[in-house]
């Protein structure tokens, strides 16, 4: 006998992730089905600094959205089968235009403007592109993903990948106009 495979909604999911047995466990729902994700690490956590606090300070002195933070979780897929997919971003931008005011106390049902994600030794090459893909499919414009061990950033776009090096600049284009950062001054072991 066959049984049928269940699907987690997003709606469930927010439940789920909320019961007290996911603590201390970073989860997300990838087309209806959680995975853990592993616990960032130090360089993790100081790169990620780094950008919310120079994208942060961008934005929100020049009143063009919001940023979050946190693995905050956007719902970028919703199907009729249950397989909802549901991830969290390490660092991402909400234009003005795009953001409801004020983000609710829930999943955001729309994708980012920019997702920033800091890869740590624990992620998958294949979760990685995976989410890559999830994320231009739900209409966000711009997504870095960056490499501290090799300090390269590689910017996703609908129209393409770019990888940056140390001695590059890192710029947001037309989804943060203005915003330039050299790619040294996110990587404190590249002096």
Do not use: C
């Amino acid at each position: 006998m066959l049984l049928e495979r269940q699907y987690i909604s997003a709606n469930d999911f927010l439940l789920i992730a909320e019961d007290p047995a996911y603590t201390d466990r970073t989860i997300e729902l990838v087309e209806g089905e959680i995975i853990e994700m592993p616990l960032p690490n130090g360089e993790h956590g100081e790169v990620l600094a780094i950008l919310t606090i120079r994208i942060g300070h961008y934005v929100l002195e020049r009143g063009l959205g919001r940023i979050t933070t946190g693995d905050t979780g956007f719902v970028l897929a919703r199907n009729p089968d249950g397989r909802d997919t549901v991830r969290g971003i390490d660092l991402a931008f909400i234009s003005a235009a795009t953001s409801p005011a004020p983000l609710p106390r829930a999943l955001l049902d729309f994708a980012p403007d920019l997702a920033v994600e800091v890869i740590s030794p624990g992620n998958k090459a294949a979760d990685i592109h995976r989410k890559i893909r999830q994320l231009l499919a739900a209409g966000t414009r711009l997504v870095w993903i960056v490499y501290p061990d090799t300090q390269t950033v590689a910017v996703h776009r609908a129209s393409g990948t770019i990888t940056l090096e140390v001695g590059d600049t890192l710029s947001g284009g037309d989804v943060l106009p203005g915003f330039e950062m050299p790619l040294r001054a996110l990587f404190p072991a590249a002096d």
